[in-house]
């Protein structure tokens, strides 16, 4: 369910594309099934392509990668979270609209 400018992200790849990328890395922790996560989809896909070059933005599916969904306690989707030098800049529950998004990755550039 990743785009073109959006990259899947998984147990196996997140301590390299999202713990020590050198970028801002926005990730949104999805499944399938959630129709939430479905409605912000597009919404995750415009932001990957506005912030091309300047953030990385990744999907990961909390039903195949349960490691990193247990460590950063994510009992809700979607959820995402905004890491910034391999830390959690921001959290966000449920769904939320795209200025949420755009405000705290302003902040973190």
Same mark, same amino acid.
């Given at each position: 369910? *990743?785009?073109?400018?959006?990259?899947?992200?998984? /147990?196996a790849?997140?301590?390299?594309? +999202?713990? &020590?990328? %050198?970028?801002?890395?926005?990730?949104?922790?999805?499944?399938?099934?959630?129709?939430?996560?479905?409605?912000l *989809?597009?919404?995750?896909?415009?932001?990957?392509? /506005?912030?091309?070059?300047?953030?990385? +933005?990744? &999907?990961? %599916?909390?039903?195949?990668?349960?490691?990193?969904?247990?460590?950063?306690?994510?009992?809700?989707?979607?959820?995402?979270?905004?890491?910034?030098?391999?830390?959690?800049?921001?959290?966000?529950?449920?769904?939320?609209?795209?200025? %949420?998004?755009?405000?705290?990755?302003d902040?973190?550039?």
């Amino acid at each position: 369910m *990743a785009g073109n400018n959006v990259m899947q992200i998984t /147990d196996a790849n997140f301590e390299q594309e +999202v713990l &020590k990328s %050198d970028k801002p890395v926005l990730v949104d922790f999805w499944a399938e099934w959630c129709q939430p996560c479905r409605r912000l *989809a597009p919404t995750i896909e415009k932001l990957a392509g /506005d912030y091309t070059d300047r953030v990385k +933005v990744g &999907k990961m %599916d909390t039903d195949s990668n349960h490691a990193t969904a247990s460590k950063f306690g994510i009992s809700a989707i979607p959820t995402v979270i905004l890491f910034k030098g391999g830390q959690v800049a921001q959290k966000f529950v449920g769904l939320r609209g795209e200025k %949420d998004f755009r405000d705290a990755l302003d902040a973190a550039l």
